[in-house]
């Protein structure tokens, strides 16, 4: 993902939308809110990109396909590259951490409860929403 990617996007690419695409590629973390984006611009201390300028790109991103976003429970939207690979999320209430999971009998169930009910099935999400073993560990 880079500059041709946003041309075929149909983006200019502009110097916040290459860093930001930059840091959603370079992060660890595949999952991530405007404001960790910006916290990472912050800490970095090379570029000064405001979080509205992040929100913008970011829905920008989210309609040329680029990105997807979640919007989990905790109130929380987190951005992450769409690269077409279906996958579910597990998420801490606690620390927000994120976890991807696939399960071939979860998406074979689903797709034969679609089919049951003569439902043509474009998309679907899953999350699960808990506490994850870190915290939980942290707190005994
Ligand atoms: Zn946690
Ligand atoms: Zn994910």
């Given at each position: 993902m880079d500059k041709q990617n946003l041309k075929q996007a149909g983006?200019?690419?502009?110097l916040p939308r290459l860093k930001i695409l930059e840091t959603l590629e370079n992060n660890p973390d595949a999952h991530m809110s405007a404001e960790d984006i910006y916290k990472v611009f912050m800490d970095s201390n090379d570029i000064d990109i405001g979080l509205a300028t992040i929100y913008r790109v970011l829905t920008q991103f989210e309609s040329a396909g680029i990105v997807c976003r979640h919007r989990f429970e905790d109130g929380r939207a987190v951005f992450e590259l769409d690269h077409g690979k279906h996958h579910d999320h597990m998420v801490c209430m606690q620390c927000g951490d994120v976890a991807e999971f696939v399960d071939d009998v979860i998406e074979q169930r689903q797709r034969e409860i679609a089919q049951k009910f003569g439902f043509q099935m474009t998309d679907h999400c899953l999350y699960i929403y808990g506490i994850c073993s870190n915290c939980q560990s942290q707190s005994k």
């Open positions: 983006l200019k690419a502009t």
